[in-house]
């Protein structure tokens, strides 16, 4: 039950995706992000899905891997589109019974807003499949430094980030142990009502807590007995350098960014009409 | 019936990512009713996943495996065999979950949705028998209790279902040897009291050589020894071949024989290695006679 939360695994291979600087990664994933909703037209979002296509392909990722992390918000996806696409009262009605209508505005909107979602999901979850969590914290803190001026303590949150990080597939370890153990002792975890399910959870986060803060525990001493301190001056192990590729890879998605500021506000729509004539 | 009986069973992990592992290859095994096994294996040999079939908390996916006459992949069975495989986990203590020990080994007879007195009855016999007087600890918190304790209180909450089959993985690791041997002794007693068939992982080598009345050997999910611990540690080349380490009684007599002094390689426990000594010495001191008798 516990087994596909894990999104946006990283997908160890190595491809010229995986090997750009985290830096310049987070960089544009924000970038894109921030694409993703400046686009309002088919146009901008078939634009949008063939540079995802591109990306993914660069980074031999297999499409399962980036559709997993989709299906793991698909709910609320759904749940969005179907409040969507009755809510929306404007343009011609199409379909109509009792006090419900569809109205072509809706359809458009409902089909533009679910596009917007799983670009935007796929997108992030890029991030984490070509990136380690270890890369990713290395990278913030990177990004984060210009806030040590005002006394941020940056390199203390990006430690907790990178522990936080680290025991995330431990913790799932161990809750599907302790899972598999109480259900060895005959707990169910999919039957009964809504109080009945989270009352079987107890036995499951008791123990798990319990783990947590003893292992907590553990980790404190052994960074202690290794006289750790968040000091200014440590250095690192792999020192983040820029590459070539990493500045085509920013003027690609800088180029990308551009296209669809212009489709927007230069073009307007004209790229749809043109495309597909009367539909839109 | 065999009590456990599985054949050509085939497992793989993550199937078709680049995680993908082959744990089982096609592993039969039968266990009978009264039989002591002691599966040893290297880590990654399979053994976790092999007894996590047992009671269907691992459901098949190539191959059967039938448990106490029930069919593992069953979905309605899988309850039941819960109830009749009792599983102790690596460290089970760090699934104590109640405020008090007598609930926390009350939670598989619940779950069983026995009488209130039978609960009761069950929870009272499961405490005793490993050692944990009810008057005493009944109302303690698992918590507070020391470590030892805490795995005892653990391993009665499975044997207060009083399962036919009690699987157990790795019971006395991170124990030192007092603690062990008091849980090998308890295991030994369960046995004989409680759950008539017992597996048993282990890195232990003298301890299955004490405990175990047949040993089973798995590497890289295959298993490559199957027998007596006599006969598996007894056959020294297949003994290695399966990546097995010996009892410190078979070093004992490796190393004896290699002063000269040879015993019988079969000898793979503490009272066996005395005995063939003692037998040594007699055949020796009568031979001496004889010879001395000789010289007069």
Redesign the interface.
């Known amino acids: 039950m516990f087994k596909d939360i894990a999104f946006g695994q990283y997908?160890?291979?190595d491809s010229v995706i995986h090997r750009l600087d985290a830096r310049i990664k987070l960089v544009l994933t924000v970038m894109f992000v921030v694409a993703i909703f400046f686009v309002n037209t088919y146009f901008g979002f078939m634009l949008t899905a063939a540079f995802l296509l591109l990306v993914i392909l660069l980074a031999r990722l297999p499409m399962l891997s980036v559709l997993k992390s989709v299906r793991a918000v698909l709910f609320i996806v759904v749940f969005a589109a179907v409040i969507n696409l009755f809510m929306i009262n404007e343009g011609t009605v199409l379909w109509s019974w009792k006090s419900l209508h569809i109205t072509d505005t809706a359809v458009h909107t409902t089909i533009k807003m679910t596009l917007r979602l799983v670009l935007l999901i796929s997108g992030a979850s890029l991030l984490s499949l070509t990136t380690t969590p270890v890369e990713i914290s290395d990278g913030m803190e990177s990004l984060m430094k210009p806030l040590k001026f005002i006394k941020v303590p940056v390199h203390d949150i990006a430690m907790i980030m990178s522990i936080a990080l680290r025991f995330i597939p431990t913790l799932f370890e161990e809750t599907g142990?302790?899972v598999?153990?109480?259900?060895?002792?005959?707990?169910?975890f999919d039957t009964g009502g809504l109080i009945a399910r989270a009352k079987a959870l107890?036995?499951?986060l008791?123990?798990l807590f319990?783990?947590s803060f003893r292992r907590a525990d553990e980790l404190a001493f052994a960074m202690d007995a290794r006289c750790y301190n968040a000091t200014d001056k440590r250095t690192k192990m792999k020192v983040m350098k820029l590459r070539v590729a990493d500045v085509i890879a920013f003027f690609v998605v800088t180029a990308f960014f551009v296209a669809i500021l212009l489709d927007r506000y230069y073009f307007v729509g004209a790229l749809d009409k043109l495309m597909f004539g009367g539909l839109v | 019936m065999s009590a456990i009986s599985i054949k050509n069973l085939t497992y793989v992990y993550s199937k078709k990512t680049p995680y993908e592992k082959k744990a089982l290859d096609n592993v039969s095994l039968q266990i009978e009713e009264g039989e002591f096994v002691g599966l040893v294996g290297a880590t990654g040999s399979g053994k976790s996943t092999l007894i996590q079939h047992f009671n269907g908390l691992i459901r098949k996916q190539e191959g059967e495996v039938v448990v106490d006459g029930l069919d593992a992949s069953k979905k309605k069975s899988l309850k039941n065999l819960r109830f009749r495989v009792g599983m102790v986990f690596q460290y089970p203590e760090y699934q104590l979950f109640e405020d008090t020990v007598a609930k926390d080994v009350a939670f598989g007879p619940k779950n069983m949705k026995l009488p209130k007195d039978e609960i009761d009855r069950r929870v009272r016999r499961a405490m005793e028998v490993v050692g944990l007087p009810y008057d005493e600890f009944a109302g303690r918190s698992p918590f507070e209790l020391s470590g030892g304790e805490k795995r005892r209180a653990a391993i009665a909450g499975v044997i207060a279902m009083e399962p036919r089959i009690l699987v157990l993985d790795e019971p006395v690791a991170g124990l030192d040897p007092a603690g062990r041997r008091e849980i090998l002794e308890l295991i030994l007693k369960l046995k004989a009291e409680v759950s008539p068939t017992v597996v048993m992982v282990s890195h232990y080598m003298d301890d299955l050589a004490e405990t175990a009345s047949r040993i089973v050997a798995l590497k890289d999910g295959r298993i490559v020894a199957d027998g007596t611990p006599e006969e598996v540690f007894g056959d020294r080349e297949k003994a290695a071949e399966a990546g097995l380490d010996l009892p410190t009684a078979a070093k004992i007599v490796d190393a004896l024989a290699a002063r000269g002094i040879s015993l019988e390689k079969t000898v793979v426990t503490r009272r066996a290695l005395v005995n063939g000594l003692v037998k040594y010495r007699k055949d020796k001191s009568d031979g001496n006679t004889k010879a001395g008798d000789e010289n007069v």
């Open positions: 997908y160890p291979v142990k302790i598999s153990a109480q259900k060895a002792r005959g707990a169910s107890l036995p499951v008791i123990p319990v783990n």
